[in-house]
Structures are given as structure tokens and as C-alpha cells.
């Protein structure tokens, strides 16, 4: 028998020896091989179905870490990343353990003996020569980070509390300028000469020329809000200035301004001692307030009793301002007077002594009160979000049943320190009444109502009665916003230094200084031998 297998291995034929032809052909082959292009079809879509999942299982072993799966069902989390080239990172997990450990210990408490570092540098020699397991690095990095917290919190609530104490004090120099004007009083004629001469007296209840009203005990300050607004004018012949002190400080203050007239302007220099009908006996309230022992405990008292480092500095800075001394004085309070004191003056512009004037003022004569008698900017809207956003809920108690009941927590606030009064028609109003009511109930109350000075009852006392000016003309918080837009304080009209840090302290804020520094002529006699000097810049 022969076997015989052809050349393309497809067949073999097998015949046999006798001679008679008897062959069969056996194809070896089984079904024909399809065209080359039909294979790539297929290739194509079994991976076009695959590699979706070989995607998301790489993505889910790279953000889980999972690289100890030993099923069946693991392999392609296994494969995935291998195929991809790319390996498990062991920082996710190191990670993933770390957050597991400090929400483990987030509520553990610290021991109180434990000893903890006081800076990084020995936090780290710590942990490196103790070897700490996780847990026990998670709760001592927990226990330094509380204890550094603490510390910071303190020192920012002492902090306030500094400049609580300095704001109150008196500087050195302010007070040499005291009594070297004092000195000057008693010694110098020319420091004693009436004020305004007799022949411009008249002028002191023209109601054609522009009256400013300034209660102040500072003669520095009052001579820098003088000369400011003088600067400021357009025309300062038509300004007087009516500048109000106590007994102590008017010879002080006449002095002064005997000495440095504010020219062209015309200024008259009053003590309260002087008006007959400010009594105590006339205007019992104020006696009450200085004499009641809740109010001399809250003002004089132990500031500091009460705070721990879990307070909120800034709330406790605006606690501390509300319990500065000059809140319960009679000339703090003698604002709401000024038609009694003034009598034959129709409109006044009130201003306190921490303002800095950059604008001619006289548009403001001119504005239309419609009818109201406090031209005042509300403190309620702004791009200041410290500054202005003050409501009623600021300043008033309204867990108390009192408060709550006649007064709305959203009620916008405004601003004392720069403010026109048209007097004729607050004369013609009980807002010195209603001021008076609220006062009392608030001493009734112990102080439960409200706790910041004088601005809560004449809010108040002048509800109904405020028209709202441009936010332009009087900018607030130069005082305590050490952000102040220098570009907003440049623009504004008044600048008001509101707050603990005056300009004229060692705590004001330096870049905010020479807006005030630029109106004190630190070359005066009395200002450069009281050391008095300028700051640097």
C-alpha cells in the first residue's frame, strides 16, 4: 500500500500494491479559513467590548488600592493596572489608614498629664524618638494641635484686652499738651481772650452760615477735626464751630484754640459747667447712670472676668468697647441735647472727634430732609461685610421679652459721628423723652437690654425719623477694620476712626494714620515739647 500526501497537506491518498487501482483521497483541512479582513472584524469588537472594563477596573484599583484580591472575580482588578502599566499607589492607602485613625481618635479624650511640644521642630523629635504607632501619633498630633489653639486664642483674646486698656488711657504727650495749655490758662492773657471776639458774637446764631457741633474732652483731636474741615471747605468763612468740653478741659481747651484760631473760620470754646440749666438735678437719668452700681461694675469692673480662650476675639473686642468708661459720661450723652443747647440755631452738623474731614461739606445743607431731622448713612449694606452690616440685631438683646416685642431685629442701623440735624423739627418731637424711657428700662433691666454706650437708645429714640445719605459722605470702622479700601477712604468725605485703635494711639493702625497725622502741625511749640512726634511711615 502507498501513501501519498500532496504538497499543500490538504489530502492524502492512499492506493494499493496489486496493481489495481484502489484509492482514496482524506482531506485533512476541516472548514475553508475566511478572508484575512474578516478576522480583524472580529478582533475589533472583542475588544471594543473588553477594554470598557478593563478601564473602569483600573480606575477602581487605583482609587480604592485593592491589590490583595485572590478571586476569580479579581483578576481583572488584578490584570487591569498591569496591562495598563500602571501599579497601585501606597500613598492612597497610607492616606485612606490615616483618615480612618484620626476619625478613630477625633473622639477621644486627651490625657491632662501629657506632655506636649511647643513648636513643630520639637513635635517632630518627639514623634521621631518615640516611635509611635498611628494611633498614639494621631492622638498626640490631635493633643498638640488643641493645646497651640488654645494658646493662640488666649493671646489674641489678651491682645484685645491691651488695647482695651490703652484706647481708655491717656498718651503721655496728649497729656503733657493738657497741662502745658492748662499752664498757659492761668498765665497768658492772650490765651484767655474771649471767644469769638465780642464783635462776631452775633455770627454764634446766624442761621445763614454753617454750624458744627463737636463734644470732645481731646484737644488734639478737636484740632485736627477743625482744621481738616477748614481745609475742606470751599468756603470757610461761612463755618463756626461750637466745640463742647467738661470743667476740666475747657481752660485746656480755650487755650488752644485762643492760641491757634481756626481762621477764616469762627469757633466758640463752652464747658457743660457753663450751661445753668444742665443739672443733674434738671436731667436725673445721668446721675442714675453714673451712680448705679450695675453701670460702675460693667464700666469699671474686672473686663477680663468671664472670657476664656473659647470666646471669639472679635466679639470680645466688641465687648470690651462696649464697657469704655466715656459711654456713661454726661458729655457722651449731650448729644441728645443739642436743640436745648442751641436753641436759636435752626441746623447743626454734629461730628465726633475721631473723624478726619476730606470733602467739602456745604452740599449737605442743601440736601432735602423730606421732612425727617437725622441725616444719617446706614450701616446696613456695603462691601464691608464688618463694617456694614449692622442691624438692630446688633446691638440690641432680643431674648428679652422687652426687645422683642417693640423692635425688629432686621432693622437697619446708622451712624453717629457725622450727622445733620435739622433742629427745628426735633423740637417738635419726644425723642429726648423716648431717649430717657429706654435708659431707664435698660437700668431696670441690669443692663440686659443692650451693653454698647449711647448709639442703642437713640436708635430707638429717632426711629421714624432718619433720611439715609449717600454711604460717601461718612466712612466707618477705621478704627477697628484694619482691611479699610484705602481707595474708599480716600473718596470718602468723613473718615471716621470708630473703634479702639485711634489715630492718635500707639495701637492705630499705621497705614491709616496720615489720612489724621496730616492735620496735626507737629512743628507747634506745645506739640514738640510734649514729644509729641510724628509717626514714620
Not at 484575512?36 to 469588537?45: G, K, S
Not at 476740666?248 to 492760641?259: A, G, Q
Not at 447743626?348 to 449737605?364: A, E, H, M, N
Not at 466712612?475 to 471716621?496: C, F, P, T, W
Request: hydrophobic share 40%; aromatic share 10%; glycine share 4%.
Amino acid at each position: 500500500m502507498q501513501l501519498r500526501i500532496s504538497p499543500s497537506m490538504r489530502t492524502i491518498t492512499i492506493s494499493s500494491n496489486n496493481g489495481v487501482l484502489d484509492s482514496m483521497k482524506v482531506k485533512v483541512g476541516t472548514a475553508a479559513r475566511p478572508p484575512p479582513y474578516r478576522n480583524l472584524f472580529y478582533t475589533v469588537l472583542i475588544l471594543a467590548f473588553l477594554l470598557p472594563f478593563v478601564f473602569i477596573l483600573t480606575a477602581v484599583v487605583t482609587l480604592e488600592g485593592v491589590d490583595n484580591c485572590s478571586s476569580l472575580d479579581c483578576l481583572g482588578r488584578r490584570l487591569g493596572p498591569k496591562l495598563l502599566g500602571r501599579r497601585t499607589d501606597h500613598s492612597v492607602r497610607l492616606m485612606r489608614d490615616l483618615y480612618e485613625t484620626f476619625n478613630h481618635v477625633n473622639f477621644e479624650e486627651i490625657p491632662s498629664e501629657a506632655r506636649l511640644p511647643g513648636s513643630f521642630n520639637e513635635f517632630l523629635i518627639e514623634i521621631k524618638k518615640n516611635q509611635y504607632d498611628t494611633k498614639t501619633f494621631a492622638v498626640f498630633l490631635k493633643a498638640t494641635m488643641e493645646s497651640m489653639d488654645r494658646e493662640a486664642k488666649r493671646s489674641k483674646l489678651a491682645e484685645q484686652l491691651h488695647k482695651h486698656f490703652a484706647a481708655d488711657a491717656i498718651p503721655k504727650g496728649i497729656h503733657c499738651l493738657s497741662l502745658r495749655l492748662a499752664d498757659e490758662y492761668s498765665s497768658n492773657a492772650l490765651a484767655r481772650k474771649q471767644l469769638p471776639s465780642p464783635e462776631l458774637l452775633p455770627l454764634l446764631s446766624d442761621n445763614s452760615l454753617h454750624h458744627f457741633v463737636l463734644l470732645t474732652d481731646n484737644v488734639l483731636a478737636a484740632s485736627v477735626v477743625l482744621t481738616s474741615t477748614v481745609k475742606s471747605s470751599l468756603r470757610p468763612k461761612k463755618i463756626v464751630f461750637h466745640v463742647i468740653t467738661d470743667k476740666k478741659t475747657y481752660p485746656v481747651m480755650h487755650s488752644w484754640f485762643s492760641l491757634h484760631p481756626p481762621s477764616p473760620a469762627i469757633v466758640e470754646v463752652k464747658g457743660v459747667h457753663q450751661f445753668d440749666w444742665l443739672t443733674r438735678e434738671n436731667v436725673p437719668i445721668l446721675e442714675a447712670i453714673e451712680n448705679h452700681h450695675g453701670v460702675r461694675n460693667h464700666y469699671h469692673g474686672d473686663h477680663a472676668k468671664g472670657s476664656n480662650f473659647t470666646d471669639n476675639p472679635r466679639i470680645f473686642a466688641s465687648r470690651l468697647q462696649a464697657r469704655s468708661p466715656k459711654y456713661i459720661s454726661l458729655l457722651n450723652h449731650l448729644r441728645i441735647y443739642l436743640p436745648e443747647l442751641f436753641p436759636n440755631l435752626n441746623k447743626v452738623i454734629f461730628l465726633d472727634d475721631d473723624v478726619v474731614i476730606q470733602r467739602d461739606l456745604s452740599p449737605l445743607w442743601d440736601i432735602n430732609m423730606a421732612g425727617k431731622l437725622n441725616g444719617a448713612v446706614e450701616t446696613c449694606n456695603g462691601d464691608d461685610k464688618w463694617v456694614m452690616s449692622k442691624r438692630f440685631r446688633t446691638y440690641f438683646n432680643f431674648s428679652h421679652p422687652i426687645i422683642s416685642n417693640n423692635l425688629d431685629p432686621d432693622e437697619c442701623a446708622w451712624a453717629y459721628g457725622m450727622n445733620i440735624f435739622d433742629l427745628n423739627a426735633w423740637r417738635k418731637t419726644k425723642i429726648r423723652d423716648t431717649y430717657h424711657y429706654w435708659l431707664k428700662e435698660n437700668l431696670k433691666s441690669n443692663l440686659t437690654l443692650w451693653k454698647f454706650g449711647t448709639l442703642p437708645p437713640a436708635l430707638i429714640a429717632f426711629r421714624g425719623y432718619i433720611h439715609p445719605i449717600d454711604s460717601s459722605w461718612h466712612m466707618l470702622g477705621l478704627g477697628y477694620q484694619e482691611k479699610s479700601n484705602i481707595d474708599n477712604v480716600r473718596k470718602a468725605a468723613v473718615i471716621h476712626y470708630n473703634g479702639q485703635c485711634k489715630p492718635w494711639l500707639e495701637i492705630g493702625f499705621k497705614h491709616l494714620k496720615p489720612f489724621w497725622t496730616k492735620h496735626v502741625n507737629y512743628s507747634n511749640e506745645f506739640i514738640r515739647n510734649c514729644h509729641i512726634l510724628k509717626p514714620e511711615e
